[in-house]
């Protein structure tokens, strides 16, 4: 049996991922998928049905054929045991049977007219002889099927021998004398005895043509057994390598050329088995696989194409927020200075002649203008936190928060407040950005303070939760959040607080959270507080140097273990 050749394999597809983009042309519109294949003949049995039919036949005949072979091979040993152990010996014996009475007879005669001792020592040697080769060839022959005749036989011999020996040799090993009649007499008992003995070789040489016939008989049924039992093999062979051939290889080969056509690029191509079930509902599998990709790589396609659209709208509204940031950067705030400069001035030259009710609507309305002016500022900045180019380099937190601590010394001073930090890390990131988010994050800790002196505390750790990157922390006293505002302080203009018991715009911690997510990091609330004031946590990327510095010396850590 040949071995089942390898399916050719499959060129790559010639779509490429370039060839799926937003511009690239929709998938074929598939027709409706077709119900499973109806089984019908000999498609209905499984290919492990036709292989275990074909193996069940196949060992029960070569059972059958071995069998016989093994029985025709017991056959012949038999016969050719019989022949060669039982007969061939028994023939033998006869012939040494026939051997000694020759000698009895010579011996007893010459004893007769001589009277020498070693005369009738030498007969009765040929008695003892004769004796054990007729015992012997009675033995052999007890168990020889078929040889009665033979056994009667010997049984004959035998008796004529004794008769023989009773009328003639014995009267003379005794001392008779050998006259005229006893000799006569003798010669003719021999010459039965003689008959007998070549009766029962014609018998033997009859047993052993008879088992010889046998012989040969059951070798050539030996023979044949053998020869069926190959041709069984050769013919069980070649029906394996046939049903191989007809229930594997044809229908992986079909089926091979439809999926390389589909994968050349021909996605509305069907595909359809044949020969056994297994491939029939194989095929029918990945039709259904084919046609439900093909129907989700076009809703992909269009959803691309959607999104392609929508990418190309978000482009232009970009671009005409980035031409209103600059209106309001220049057309709304120099308007909105110029009012609070004009109401400055009209407070100076005519304040003493103003009422206080003229001077408090003069103030509200300079309070105002700033107001709007810090909020058109903060939505500026807000706006532009990752829409301008990302500048990445290591900064300094701890040098960061001096220079925060710096720009916050009006704050501080005011307030008494106390910042304070652990040795804080380098990372990567945008300089200014996170600048702002520490000014946001402590200058919140500032202003919602209570009646004690602001006391800000910043750490940094390793996160648990996200490897390759720091997590800091801000702790202060100050009046708190409640855990269940934890979202909404996020989000832009919600405010706790009314303006004029802390002031501010609403967006610092928007901003912060949007700082935050632009280096990649999160920020939170931290629930688990405990004592006065808020703790926010939030986490940004670890420097490069650090990182593989932090490997190496996980490395060496593991090796240490190892050697220990």
Not at 461 to 483: H, K, L, Q, V
Request: charged share 25%.
């Amino acid at each position: 049996m040949t071995a089942a050749p390898r399916p050719a394999e499959l060129p790559e597809p010639v779509v490429s991922a370039g060839s799926m983009s937003a511009s690239s042309p929709l998938p074929p519109q598939l027709a409706p998928l077709r119900p499973p294949t109806q089984l019908r003949g000999l498609s209905r049995i499984r290919l492990g049905q036709w292989f275990y039919t074909t193996a069940a036949a196949l060992t029960v005949l070569m059972a059958i054929t071995v069998t016989l072979a093994v029985l025709a091979l017991q056959g012949y040993n038999q016969a050719r045991a019989i022949l060669i152990d039982q007969i061939d010996p028994a023939a033998l014996r006869q012939f040494q049977l026939t051997t000694a009475m020759e000698e009895q007879d010579s011996a007893i005669r010459a004893y007769a007219r001589h009277g020498r001792d070693a005369d009738l020592k030498a007969y009765k040697d040929a008695v003892t002889a004769e004796r054990q080769a007729a015992a012997a060839m009675t033995r052999q022959l007890a168990a020889v099927p078929g040889a009665e005749e033979t056994r009667r036989r010997v049984d004959a011999a035998v008796a004529a021998i004794a008769v023989w020996r009773e009328r003639f040799a014995g009267p003379l090993a005794e001392g008779a004398q050998l006259t005229r009649d006893s000799n006569e007499t003798g010669r003719m008992l021999f010459r039965q005895v003689n008959a007998a003995n070549s009766a029962t070789q014609r018998e033997l040489t009859r047993l052993h043509g008879t088992y010889d016939q046998q012989l040969r008989d059951r070798a050539r049924t030996l023979y044949l057994w053998l020869a069926l039992t190959g041709v069984v093999f050769v013919v069980g062979s070649t029906a394996i390598t046939l049903l191989i051939r007809w229930a594997v290889l044809r229908p992986v080969n079909r089926l091979s050329e439809q999926v390389r056509a589909i994968a050349q690029g021909d996605f509305a191509h069907p595909l359809r088995g044949s020969g056994p079930a297994d491939f029939v509902e194989l095929a029918d599998i990945v039709d259904s696989m084919r046609h439900r990709i093909v129907q989700e790589w076009r809703a992909a396609s269009e959803a691309r194409q959607m999104v392609a659209a929508q990418a190309a709208e978000l482009r232009r509204s970009n671009a005409e927020l980035e031409q209103f940031a600059y209106v309001a950067s220049h057309d709304l705030q120099e308007p909105l200075r110029k009012v609070a400069s004009f109401c400055q001035m009209l407070e100076r030259r005519y304040g003493d002649r103003l009422d206080e009710r003229g001077r408090r609507y003069i103030d509200f309305a300079v309070d105002g203008a700033k107001r709007m002016q810090a909020l058109i500022s903060d939505l500026l900045m807000l706006s532009r936190v990752g829409r301008s180019e990302r500048k990445v380099e290591p900064v300094d937190m701890g040098a960061l928060l001096e220079r925060t601590k710096h720009d916050l010394g009006h704050p501080i001073e005011e307030s008494g407040a106390e910042v304070t930090a652990d040795p804080l890390p380098t990372v990567t990131g945008d300089r200014t950005l996170l600048a702002v988010l520490l000014q946001n994050l402590v200058g919140n800790a500032i202003k919602f303070r209570g009646e004690d002196p602001p006391r800000v505390h910043l750490s940094a750790e390793p996160s648990a939760d996200d490897p390759g990157m720091w997590e800091f922390a801000c702790r202060d006293n100050g009046i708190g959040i409640d855990p269940k505002y934890a979202e909404r302080i996020f989000m832009i203009f919600q405010r706790l607080h009314p303006q004029d018991t802390y002031s501010g715009t609403g967006i610092g911690l928007a901003m912060c959270r949007k700082i935050v997510e632009f280096h990649g990091g999160r920020i939170w609330l931290d629930p688990g507080h405990e004592g006065p004031g808020t703790t926010f946590r939030w986490t940004l990327p670890v420097r490069q140097a650090d990182t593989e510095e932090r490997a190496d010396t996980e490395s060496e850590e593991g090796d240490d273990a190892a050697d220990g």
